[in-house]
């Protein structure tokens, strides 16, 4: 626009960068993809900010209104209010998705065989705030970066919404207690609005135990980097990853980052954070979270690095045309980038890293006493008579089922005597199911055929048959995890659960079990 033009009326984009989307623009935008793609696109809003705003969203898929079983990626943008150049590639993206549907077939079939959610601004209350300080150096850009949400006893205004999230939060160093920093954590997690919103839309995304998102960007500014976790610390493997995934994660960054001409890291290599959203994402849900920081590089000022002129927002969300599709698509399976598709992609995956919706005592009848029953966490050496009898490791990460956790009692009271369950949630099975396999751990003193550690496949009626077991023996066998397998084609069609039970029939012998990496692998 000319020299001498109106002002721009409150809350919207000086006349020279008129072609970014303010807030009312970015939804008029939205709803008039819907309106033209009603088939493809779905537009909805997770929750509100602070001030009552919605935080819109959209699903792109094909049979939009159903949920199908379709791998689900999540891209989010605006958790931080002056990075304006994150809901223009939002928009991009739905625009590159909904616009080429039908004609280009490498976004047909990425609409078709997943079910995408793009959130467009996290910070509603933000984005229009920071377009509101006429007195500035910059009218009417704020350099604002939190939410606006008022805190006690003082009038700095605002949590960063990126360091909110219930994942080791305030632990580390990369956040501040002060309201007036700019990286103020809250009071507490979760105490920001938006971040409860944006984790309950997640969590809504778990059915029958297993999370359907399976990766995910939060779109920041600027840098062009592409960002895994954890941003808490500095070790690339810490005990809350497995190996496979930190393999994975930094190989799938990295293929990214080949596309858009990013730099790849992992994002405690930028700086430490704590309760940024990436950990919360793979911590708690285990989904393949990385952060984007878009166009520019580094600039030595806070009004370049956030402000681009509107010329640059075409050049700059199209740049990522690419490295967006190729994250769709592999997205689909992080792990198909080292290799394991089939292994970790089948009809059921469970590396017992989080709680994936096992539950113990299914029947109720389980005879042994509360504290040897079968439970989720962390193993602890035990010895007995010289024999490890419980490793101090499960079989990747952390975590696992196991008998006798409780920390603190003798090899003694570890002891089962008894019976103790564990049933997974349904599992679909394709029309021709590869094999079921697990890791476990059997381990016994003298022990008897009355003493076992049994896999039993449980059908939509509730018939069991056991598929797999193996018996205790009069020789002392110490912990040492396992894989044992089991065909699934007696159940090929059908709905089914796992039922895991051990058995402590015998008197006087000590026994102990575990489960881990539970897989029901890719067809055949
Ligand atoms: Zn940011």
């Known amino acids: 626009m000319a020299l001498g033009a109106a002002p721009a009326a409150a809350a919207d984009f000086p006349p020279k960068d008129s072609l970014y989307h303010n807030y009312d623009e970015m939804v008029a935008d939205i709803q008039a993809v819907e309106a033209a793609h009603p088939d493809i696109v779905h537009v909805f809003s997770i929750g509100k900010s602070f001030q009552g705003r919605d935080i819109w969203a959209a699903k792109i898929s094909d049979n939009v209104a159903i949920d199908e079983a379709e791998p689900e990626l999540l891209i989010d943008a605006l958790h931080h209010a002056r990075e304006h150049l994150t809901v ?19 976004i047909t079939n990425i609409v078709n065989t997943r079910e995408i959610w793009i959130i467009f601004a996290v910070n509603p209350d933000g984005f ?53 920093s700019l990286t103020y954590r809250g009071p507490h997690p979760n105490s920001a609005p938006e971040v409860r919103a944006l984790e309950a839309f997640v969590m809504s995304r778990v059915v029958n135990g297993i999370q359907q998102i399976k990766a995910h960007i939060t779109l920041h500014t600027n840098g062009q980097l592409v960002l895994w976790p954890y941003g808490y610390t500095r070790t690339n493997v810490p005990i809350d990853m497995t ?3 930190q393999k994975a994660l930094a190989a799938f960054g990295r293929g990214m980052a080949a596309r858009n001409g990013y730099t790849a890291e992992q994002s405690s290599d930028l700086y430490v954070t704590d309760g940024d959203q990436i950990d919360w994402m793979y911590g708690r849900q285990r989904i393949f979270s990385y952060t984007w920081e878009l166009y520019p590089p580094e600039t030595p000022s806070v009004w370049t690095d956030h402000y681009p002129p509107d010329e640059m927002i075409a050049p700059a ?36 890293e989080i709680r994936r919706g096992w539950t113990v005592n299914p029947d109720g009848t389980d005879t042994a006493p509360a504290s040897a029953r079968f439970a989720w966490g962390d193993l602890h050496p035990t010895t007995w008579r010289g024999q490890t009898i419980q490793t101090d490791r499960a079989a990747s990460g952390r975590y696992a089922f196991a008998t006798g956790l409780p920390s603190g009692l003798s090899a003694w009271s570890y002891d089962l ?64 995890w396992r894989r044992g397998t089991a065909s699934l ?31 029901v692998e890719e067809p055949t």
Not at 88 to 106: I, K
Not at 428 to 437: C, D, H, K
């Open 128 to 180: 229009v705030y920071d377009l509101t300080c006429t007195g500035s150096s910059h009218p009417p850009y704020c350099a604002w970066r939190k939410n606006r949400q008022p805190n006690a006893g003082t009038s700095a205004v605002g949590t960063d919404l990126n360091r909110n999230y219930d994942y080791r939060w305030g632990c580390c160093g990369g956040s501040f207690s002060s309201p007036s």
């Open 417 to 480: 005597d008894g019976t103790t369950t564990i049933r997974s949630q349904p599992i679909a099975l394709p029309a021709t199911p590869g094999p079921l396999s697990f890791s476990y751990l059997w381990a016994h003193g003298p022990s008897s055929t009355s003493d076992s550690l049994a896999v039993w496949i449980e059908d939509h009626s509730g018939v069991r048959t056991r598929v797999w077991a193996i018996a205790g023996s009069p020789a002392t066998v110490a912990g040492t």
């Open 489 to 519: 084609d007696a159940w090929a069609g059908q709905q089914i659960r796992i039922v895991v039970q051990a058995k402590d029939g015998g008197h006087g012998s000590l026994v102990e079990a575990g489960i881990d990496d539970v897989r």
């Open 243 to 245: 190996a496979i995934d």
């Open 88 to 106: 223009e590639q939002a928009l991009y993206l739905l625009h590159l998705l909904a616009d080429n549907y039908g004609t280009d077939t490498a």
């Open 317 to 352: 969300t199209s740049r990522n045309r690419a490295a967006l599709l190729y994250f769709l698509s592999v997205g689909g399976c992080p792990y198909s980038v080292v290799g394991l598709t089939k292994q970790n992609c089948g009809p059921f995956f469970d590396d017992m």
